[in-house]
């Protein structure tokens, strides 16, 4: 195709340009290939990582359920050795613990609620694990210990729950000045749902058992 004198060095320039940059152009698309393969491949992992815990966490389950509390252990201790990233780590860790208190083992509990206070990635759990934490250390007598526990990393949607349980705490300790007026403040944060009546009558009963301030 013969081309005019203008065409031509449009093409001379062209050819010019694509000589200079030209490699470098086709190694960043290369590497933009490479990277968005190797993103697929994350993907892929993450999934087949997040299939593997929710299959190991749903024997955990029934294991629990089942009152095997070998099995367990066992499952829990997998979850978070080769799933700690995993929501499912934290989750098996809050079923395990519960098993364990449940077993009256609350050194085994307290060690479990502690793990997902210091790895769990959803705010939830680690508040969960925190008033579970406080529980057992209460049922341990270390009362200090189940304060502190709760004193921090509570979410609004937990602060009742967190009330309630200094509540627990107070009265435990004889405190029952302080019980009361934990169970008060639970009451006044815990919210004017259906979902929570039955909770309400329970701090209720609490409140008024301690009689009046």
Do not use: C
């Not at 010019?16 to 994350?42: H, M, Y």
């Not at 200090?144 to 967190?162: M, N, Q, R, T, V």
């Not at 944060?189 to 301690?210: C, S």
């Amino acid at each position: 195709m013969a081309y005019d004198h203008q065409e031509q060095e449009q093409l001379d320039a062209l050819k010019a340009w694509f000589q200079t940059w030209g490699k470098s152009i086709a190694a960043g698309i290369l590497l933009a290939a490479v990277a968005f393969g190797g993103w697929i491949g994350w993907q892929r992992w993450q999934h087949q990582q997040a299939l593997a815990a929710s299959l190991v966490y749903d024997e955990l389950l029934q294991a629990s359920e089942a009152g095997k509390l070998d099995d367990v252990k066992r499952l829990s201790g997998s979850l978070t050795a080769d799933f700690k990233r995993s929501p499912y780590a934290s989750m098996g860790a809050l079923v395990a613990g519960k098993a364990e208190a449940t077993a009256k083992d609350f050194k085994a509990a307290q060690a479990h609620y502690e793990w997902v206070v210091a790895n769990a990635k959803v705010e939830e759990f680690a508040a969960m694990a925190r008033l579970r934490l406080a529980a057992v250390l209460t049922d341990q007598q270390d009362y200090d210990g189940a304060l502190k526990a709760i004193a921090s990393g509570i979410p609004a949607s937990f602060e009742a729950l967190a009330a309630d349980r200094r509540g627990d705490i107070y009265q435990a300790q004889g405190n029952k000045a302080e019980a009361r007026k934990a169970y008060v403040e639970a009451l006044e944060k815990l919210a004017l749902k259906r979902e929570n009546q039955g909770l309400r009558q329970i701090i209720e009963i609490k409140r008024d058992a301690l009689g009046e301030a």
